[in-house]
């Protein structure tokens, strides 16, 4: 039995491994998949402390297991498929693709952060990993000079058109309002690319091709404009839904699935804490999900000085 168990290997959860270990409590963080989550799809990141010059996402994202790994972490490559959190010993369970395993815990931390939302258009599923795509900095290498399409007005999305206008033949951005939501800095330097194109107030309503991205139909929200274009590639970055699959049904979430902590990160279950892009909350970065796992050992702490986990 650990005294902790971290759901997710994200900068999140990463950083709730390193604070427990000092804190001298076992740990084991769950994770299915490369640790970093969204974090390490980004091409640069310049707003995280110490590093002036920006660090791509990759690069980070192993920075922070380097540093569990130092403090004695253990990470289990397996994937949770399932959470039994109301007894006084939570309960791990996992898939590993040729058996399942059982974990117990004291303590849980979920940090299983969220992942790209769908637009919901026709031929979207069926095309998706054939032109379709939810990740420029992991699919631009295969549309070199070829003539791609960004749907979205976020950070992620205008961030990403000019990383795929550093190799794409053109970057169309298609936007549903008449400005971006995007950071200044990044915004400046889109707007300013001679490869990259803005459609304003336009809605992709299908994506067309057989057996890949042949092009996108749009429809513009103000005029009512129906066009179709030829692309070779389509980004989607429309938003994010919280990897909230194998929680239980006792765990309070909010309407869009994020859990519902209080101001000490802590759930309505007794023992079990949350933190990073899974919670409900408004700023979703890679500075607040560090924030939220620092803060959060206070309160998991106090729970398991005060005895909690003892069957």
Not at 115 to 127: A, D, I, S, W
Not at 263 to 285: E, M, T, W
Request: charged letters at 20%.
């Amino acid at each position: 039995m650990y005294d902790i168990a971290i759901i997710g290997a994200g900068p999140a959860g990463m950083t709730a491994g390193i604070y427990a270990r000092r804190a001298g409590y076992t740990v084991a963080m769950f994770e299915m998949s490369m640790p970093g989550g969204q974090a390490a799809t980004t091409d640069q990141v310049e707003n995280f402390p110490g590093y002036p010059e920006g660090i791509s996402g990759s690069e980070l994202a192993m920075k922070f297991y380097e540093h569990c790994n130092a403090f004695g972490v253990q990470t289990v490559f397996e994937q949770v498929v399932s959470l039994e959190l109301e007894g006084e010993i939570k309960k791990i369970n996992t898939d590993t693709g040729m058996a399942r395993n059982t974990y117990e815990a004291k303590a849980v931390i979920l940090a299983t952060g969220a992942h790209p939302r769908m637009l919901g258009v026709p031929n979207e599923e069926r095309l998706r990993g054939k032109g379709v795509s939810y990740c420029g900095t992991c699919d631009g290498f295969f549309f070199r000079d070829k003539d791609v399409c960004v749907i979205g007005g976020g950070d992620v999305a205008v961030e990403d058109a000019i990383y795929l206008a550093n190799m794409c033949k053109s970057v169309t951005v298609f936007h549903r309002r008449e400005e971006l939501r995007a950071n200044k800095r990044s915004q400046e330097l889109a707007l300013s690319n001679d490869k990259i194109h803005f459609e304003w107030n336009t809605v992709v309503t299908a994506i067309n091709g057989e057996d890949k991205v042949s092009g996108v139909t749009t429809k513009n929200v103000k005029t009512g404009e129906v066009k179709d274009w030829t692309v070779d590639g389509c980004f989607v970055f429309v938003g994010n839904d919280p990897n909230n699959a194998c929680f239980p049904a006792a765990l309070s979430l909010d309407e869009r699935g994020y859990v519902l902590t209080d101001d000490a990160y802590a759930s309505n279950l007794p023992g079990v804490f949350a933190v990073g892009d899974c919670i409900h909350k408004n700023v979703r970065q890679i500075s607040t999900a560090v924030g939220d796992a620092g803060a959060v050992m206070n309160a998991v702490e106090r729970y398991l000085r005060e005895g909690g986990g003892h069957a």
